[in-house]
């Protein structure tokens, strides 16, 4: 595990550093971490966090369909053949979605593909805050009767928690 940065730490990284350090804070979206490391120094972790937020709430539509598109499948084939990125890994893990029963794993392939059909793009959760299969079921069946245009928003507002914590687990926040 990588020593987490202090703010001053922080500001002082090298650009390129910084891109390296926060390239997967917005799951595969390393153009995240290019932007906002303009913005360099920060006043606070807050602050850095609320920037990435911004850069992801001005995104245009088809860049946020495009991040959308880019996280996997919860419970699903990278999982299995242990090809997710070191962080959806984690998470996923972390909320047992790779020690799931065969029916359960039928059962939430079956919803991640209704849902892609509909939206275009997966089921995008922050598991960690979601925290047990059963919250992560109910939200796939519940959300999946949403309009696409208000599921962007939320798959959008869901990438924004991920980024949150993926960023906290960096930084030391004392």
């Not at 892609?116 to 960690?128: A, E, H, Q, S, T």
């Not at 939200?139 to 990438?159: A, D, H, Y």
Request: overall charge negative; hydrophobic content about 40%.
């Amino acid at each position: 595990m990588r020593t987490k940065l202090t703010l001053e730490q922080l500001n002082a990284l090298p650009v390129s550093e910084f891109h390296k350090t926060f390239e997967n804070v917005v799951e595969c979206w390393p153009e995240a971490a290019i932007f906002c490391s303009a913005m360099l120094p920060f006043k606070s972790f807050e602050a850095m966090i609320v920037t990435f937020e911004n850069y992801l709430h001005r995104l245009s539509t088809e860049n946020k369909l495009r991040i959308l598109r880019l996280h996997p499948d919860l419970a699903g084939k990278l999982l299995d053949v242990q090809q997710l990125t070191e962080e959806s890994s984690y998470e996923q893990s972390s909320v047992g979605l790779d020690k799931l029963t065969p029916e359960d794993k039928r059962q939430i392939t079956a919803l991640n593909e209704e849902y892609k059909l509909k939206f275009g793009f997966p089921f995008v959760v922050c598991v960690r805050e979601a925290s047990k299969f059963e919250a992560i079921l109910r939200g796939i069946t519940e959300r999946v009767n949403n309009r696409p245009e208000q599921e962007l928003e939320t798959g959008i507002n869901e990438v924004k928690k991920i980024c949150r914590l993926r960023i906290l687990q960096l930084v030391n926040q004392l």
